[in-house]
């Protein structure tokens, strides 16, 4: 049995009949939804900085534009994606003269909370910055940081807990020597402190 919708008989016996074809979708999508979301504008005046705009939030609209182009070879959704593709262009650090923390301005888009890099100096007993602390973990600003005496003498303890995502690591006797196998120092021999000490 076909089933159909425009084959299965009703109830009463009358057969239903098919349904004239949509509207092209360009004569919906502008109106409802494509002007719906800031006027047709998406994110693509926004900095990435405003929380990771321009990756997630313009990408998607740009995503959407080229499936509408695909699906229905309308020219209308090509022109959006050049509109809006340009406009994200004209916000790269190198464009607007703004630097990362590294201070380098480059053909990229930088990004802050929650989605960067999260990382603390400490100092030593002269108040010198002597160790860099970096992680990857989202909303960085909720890692709490411990440092204490490690198990074995002359040593450090570093304690990590990520309040949002409970999740706490410990990283003992460690030191600030360069010729130890426990070296604090990302690089250093020890997999387990070498780039994640976070």
């Known amino acids: 049995m076909d089933r159909h919708l425009g084959h299965h008989p009703r109830p009463d016996r009358r057969p239903h009949h098919r349904r004239s074809p949509p509207p092209r979708p ?3 999508i502008p109106a409802a939804l494509d002007l719906g979301f800031n006027n047709g504008n998406g994110r693509k005046d926004e900095l990435n900085e405003n929380r990771g705009a321009v990756g997630w939030g313009e990408a998607y609209v ?3 534009y080229l499936l509408m182009w695909e ?3 309308d020219l209308y959704y090509l ?3 050049i ?6 262009l004209a916000t790269r650090d190198s464009v607007r003269g703004v630097t990362d923390w ?3 301005s480059l053909p990229a888009w930088r990004i802050y909370w929650p989605y960067s890099a999260g990382g603390l100096a400490l ?3 002269l108040g010198r910055p002597s160790l860099r602390l970096r992680t990857a973990w989202t909303f960085a600003e909720s890692l709490g940081v411990t440092v204490s005496a490690g198990t074995n003498p002359g040593t450090f303890k570093i304690t990590t807990y990520h309040r949002d995502n409970h999740v706490g690591r410990t990283h003992d006797n460690l030191t600030m020597d360069p010729t130890s ?9 020890r997999p387990s402190t070498a780039g994640s000490i976070c």
């Not at 196998?181 to 021999?189: C, L, Q, R």
């Open 26 to 28: 360009r004569e919906l």
């Open 62 to 64: 740009l995503q959407s």
């Open 71 to 73: 699906a229905y070879r």
């Open 79 to 81: 022109d959006k994606t």
């Open 83 to 88: 509109d809006h593709a340009d406009h994200m």
């Open 102 to 104: 590294r201070g380098l």
């Open 123 to 125: 100092a030593d007993v």
């Open 181 to 189: 196998a426990d070296f604090a120092v990302p690089g250093s021999t």
